[in-house]
Structure formats: C-alpha cells, structure tokens
C-alpha cells in the first residue's frame, strides 16, 4: 500500500509540474511574442527543461511498474475512423481515411473484458476521430455505463455536429465531454441551450485560438511542425503513454501510441487477444524497458516530437 501511495504521489507530482512549467513558457511566448530570437530561448529552455528534469521525475514514478499490478488508467476507443473537419494540424488535413464504423462485437468484446476485471479509470471514446459520426455511439455509450459503472467516460468532440438533443443524450452516460471551440462560437451557442446545472458541469470548452509552436503535435511525422519548434530526433527521454494507456482503433487492432494515426504500430489484436494478456505482453514490456532507459531509437518512438 505505502509503494502504491508512493507511484501515486509522484506521478501526480510529475504531472503537475509539467502542466505547470508548460503553461509559464506559454505566458512567456505571449510576453515576447515579437521577438523570434526570445520565442526560440524559450522553447529551448522548454525543450531542455523537459530532458534534464521532467524526464527523471517521470521515470522515477515508473521504474518499479509491474504490469500485473499497475493496470492502465485510459483506455481510448476509436468507434469510427473518419472526421468532418481537415484542421491544419491534424492528419485529417493530409491523409484520406476509409470511412468504417467499429463491428458492435469487436467493442462488447472490449468493454466486457473491461467489466470482467471492474475497470474504474477512464474509458475514452475518441483517438483521432469525430465520435458522432458514430450512428452506434448513444448506444455505446449506454453499454459503457451499465457493464463499467465505476469507470469514468470521456468524449472528446469538435462540437460542429451537435444539436441540444444529441448533448443531452450524450451526458446522460458520459461524466465529461471535451468540446474542442476552435472559433468560440460553440460556447456561445450552448450556453443557449437549456442545460441543468449538473449537465453544465460535465462540458470542458477548449479554445484554440492561440496555437503556441511547442504544443504541435506531429503525429508521428504526418503534420508539419513550424521550424521554430523542430527538435533533433529521437528524443532522449522516457514517455509515460505505454505505461498507463490503451488505444483500440476502429477495427480492434491496439496501437502503442494514440498518435498513430495510420496505425503503423500494432502492439495487439482484441479480435483475438484478451486485453490484459496485450498489457502484460513481452512485447509491450520490451518497450517499456527501453523507454525507462530513455531510448527511443525505434520505431515509432524514433520520429515522436513529444517529450514527457
């Protein structure tokens, strides 16, 4: 119980210093924002902030991992493949998907074996997707909620489908959904619908309307990075994802990195493997040793941009 205390503590730790220490070269490249010679000394004070310190701190949380007994804390599931935007800094913008709804066996199959073991981290119902181009996602959700009552189920959306009716019966399962308002005109227009307090209180808006060089994900290489923000590959430092995630594609196969979006790292297959024989595979653990030694000399860890 003490060691368990312990991971929990310093992971918590970890966490919040990055949030912390991302969010002030935020507030800095707002301060000189004119000044590309001291918006470059601040995403590299970032970048070397991460690799000496946050990198330990993180490893520190992860060294005595066992994954017999550290289960994961999200699993994402991505229900359908496509999306109805094509935002510059997503693949959408520069690759085609085949448009194909995940099989109602593949996810009962999972959300089962989810129940078996009484699963109460998070269930995630987005990768790099919009969920409700999901004609099955009410239900899902609805299956979700009554075989994994402790969970917590989460949605991450662009918000451009929804209509008052489809939130309402969306929030009825979920304990959160992420409305991501590029424009901040969502905002506005939900606040005029007639939502109870509670039901208020399980949306998060998320305002894109400052994109700050160092936040750009590349998605494994497949969205252009500005040069300000480029970094020398592979990164030396740990990644905490395989460690406390899972990510399950439209079509049942388990990618190492929710980053993948053409699903170029397949770790498992739920079709035919049990979810927690995939967590404990030697496969899985391999990688996990070379990340607590700081190695990222393999694919797809060696063209990730994102550090701890």
């Known amino acids: ?141 609805e299956y979700a909620r009554k075989r994994c009552p402790e969970a917590f189920l989460l949605l991450d959306t662009n918000g451009t489908l929804l209509t008052e009716e489809k939130l309402k019966k969306a929030l009825k399962y979920l304990d959160k959904i992420v409305i991501d308002d590029y424009h901040g005109i969502l905002i506005k227009k939900i606040k005029k619908w007639k939502l109870s307090k509670e039901e208020m209180e399980k949306i998060s808006f998320v305002p894109y309307k400052k994109f700050y060089p160092h936040k750009i994900n590349s998605k494994l290489g497949d969205v252009k990075i500005p040069s300000i923000a480029k970094r020398r590959l592979p990164l030396k430092q740990f990644c905490e994802d395989p460690f406390v995630r899972m990510a399950i594609n439209y079509d049942g196969k388990v990618l190492l990195c929710c980053e993948d979006f053409r699903g170029r790292a397949v770790i498992g297959d739920v079709r035919t493997q049990n979810l927690m024989d995939i967590w404990r595979s030697e496969k899985l653990n391999n990688i996990r040793r070379r990340l607590l030694n700081f190695d990222r000399n393999f694919f797809p860890c060696n063209i990730c941009n994102v550090g701890v």
């Open 1 to 141: 119980m003490v060691i368990k205390m312990i991971k929990k503590k310093t992971r918590a730790m970890y966490r919040k210093i990055r949030w912390y220490a991302f969010g002030l070269s935020c507030k800095l490249l707002d301060l000189f924002g004119r000044s590309k010679f001291m918006q470059q000394m601040v995403i590299s004070s970032w970048y070397l902030f991460q690799e000496v310190f946050l990198s330990k701190l993180a490893r520190m949380a992860y060294v005595s991992f066992d994954p017999n007994e550290d289960i994961f804390e999200r699993v994402n599931i991505e229900t359908c493949s496509w999306c109805n935007l094509k935002c510059n800094f997503c693949p959408f913008s520069r690759y085609k998907r085949e448009k194909r709804i995940m099989p109602w066996d593949i996810y009962a199959k999972i959300i089962d074996e989810l129940s078996d073991i009484n699963y109460s981290g998070t269930i995630a119902f987005h990768i790099i997707n919009e969920p409700f181009l999901d004609n099955m996602l009410f239900e899902r959700l």
